[in-house]
T-cell receptor, first 116, second 117 residues
Framework: AQTVTQSQPEMSVQEAETVTLSCTYD???????LFWYKQPPSRQMILVIR??????QNATENRFSVNFQKAAKSFSLKISDSQLGDAAMYFC?????????????FGTGTLLAVQP | DAGVIQSPRHEVTEMGQEVTLRCKPI?????LFWYRQTMMRGLELLIY????????DSGMPEDRFSAKMPNASFSTLKIQPSEPRDSAVYFC???????????????FGDGTRLSIL
């Protein structure tokens, strides 16, 4: 069974600085998708960024980028120029490819605080 | 474009009562998912539907939980009878089907915070 591990329950960053959130996963599949979701206090689940495992290039969305290391099964999220609005719980998620594997498997989350 | 709509946003009820949570997916999305979020267990998938048909309900905790999707624009999650340990935030999400699994993300509703006293 696939698992997703986020080893940092809480992180803190100064406004305008850069922070990296860690995520590792375990799978025997070769094709899959990885996602980072953000959950602010409003409790909405907002997609931040996604990565296809068959793509070597790391995904980037404005100030958000990932460091995808397939061999190491690592998928970290880097937030550059942190803003107060980035404060939220961040969840890493895995989804298999094909078959009956449309489920998202979530990590336990990392609570990010942004200090002014 | 309207997102996934869930109702109610908050529900407080007494143990033993029937609870019904409602979800309207994004129009055109073929997949609908129900999740439960608790501090202890994080986000768990309860059940998901494809074209209104339940595909995987292995996450449904017990027979007290049931879910239906009578049409493409509406789904319910019912708990009967409810127990205090069912207190959680319940999310509904939907995603398009693109003739394969693709990389289509799931779009979440705002969740229903359920409190069973």
């Amino acid at each position: 069974a696939q698992t997703v591990t986020q080893s940092q329950p809480e992180m803190s960053v100064q406004e305008a600085e850069t922070v990296t959130l860690s995520c590792t996963y375990d799978t025997s599949e070769s094709d899959y998708y990885l996602f980072w979701y953000k959950q602010p206090p409003s409790r909405q689940m907002i997609l931040v960024i996604r990565q296809e495992a068959y793509k070597q290039q790391n995904a980037t969305e404005n100030r958000f980028s990932v460091n995808f290391q397939k061999a190491a099964k690592s998928f970290s999220l880097k937030i550059s120029d942190s803003q107060l609005g980035d404060a939220a719980m961040y969840f890493c998620a895995y989804r298999g490819y094909g078959g009956a594997t449309n489920k998202l498997i979530f990590g336990t989350g990392t609570l990010l605080a942004v200090q002014p | 474009d309207a997102g996934v709509i869930q109702s109610p946003r908050h529900e407080v009820t007494e143990m033993g009562q029937e609870v019904t949570l409602r979800c309207k997916p994004i129009s055109g999305h073929d997949y609908l998912f129900w999740y439960r979020q608790t501090m202890m267990r994080g986000l768990e998938l309860l059940i998901y539907f494809n074209n209104n048909v339940p595909i995987d309900d292995s996450g449904m905790p017990e027979d007290r939980f049931s879910a239906k999707m009578p049409n493409a624009s509406f789904s319910t999650l019912k708990i009967q009878p409810s127990e205090p340990r069912d207190s959680a935030v319940y999310f509904c999400a939907s995603s398009p089907g693109t003739g394969g699994w693709g990389n289509q993300p799931q779009h979440f509703g705002d969740g229903t915070r359920l409190s069973i006293l």
